[in-house]
């Protein structure tokens, strides 16, 4: 399975962009689907996460209320909408299948986000 990040981009604080994570294919493994983000110096991170099994989503507490992930399964793409950006989110964004208690695996090439004051 490969995944494919992208929507990364150059704004200013408070703008908005939309990322993108489209899948390869399908997994019968997988239970969801979720968003990493690593800033220079810094550990990864998660950031969101959604699950199949009746569409629920979780944040990390940084991110709640401005981010907002989203799924569309004809097109197998899981999106991150993200407003209100700040400097400090400025990092690298990965995606990855959520495979339950294995945990996340397969990740993709991450996108840049930059967020300038």
């Known amino acids: 399975v490969q995944l494919q990040a992208c929507g990364g981009g150059w704004v200013q604080a408070g703008s908005s962009l939309r990322l993108s994570c489209a899948a390869s294919?399908?997994?019968?493994?997988?239970?969801?689907r979720g968003w990493f983000r690593q800033a220079p110096g810094k550990e990864r991170e998660f950031v969101a996460g959604?699950?199949?099994?009746?569409?629920?989503?979780y944040y990390a507490d940084s991110v709640k209320g401005r981010f907002t992930i989203s799924r569309d399964n004809v097109k197998n793409t899981v999106y991150l909408q993200m407003n209100s950006l700040k400097p400090e989110d400025t990092a690298i964004y990965y995606c990855?299948?959520?495979?339950?208690?294995?945990?996340?695996?397969?990740w993709g090439q991450g996108t840049q986000v930059t967020v300038s004051s």
């Open positions: 959604i699950l199949w099994s009746g569409g629920r989503t």
């Open positions: 294919e399908r997994t019968f493994s997988s239970v969801g």
């Open positions: 990855a299948i959520n495979r339950g208690a294995v945990g996340y695996a397969y």
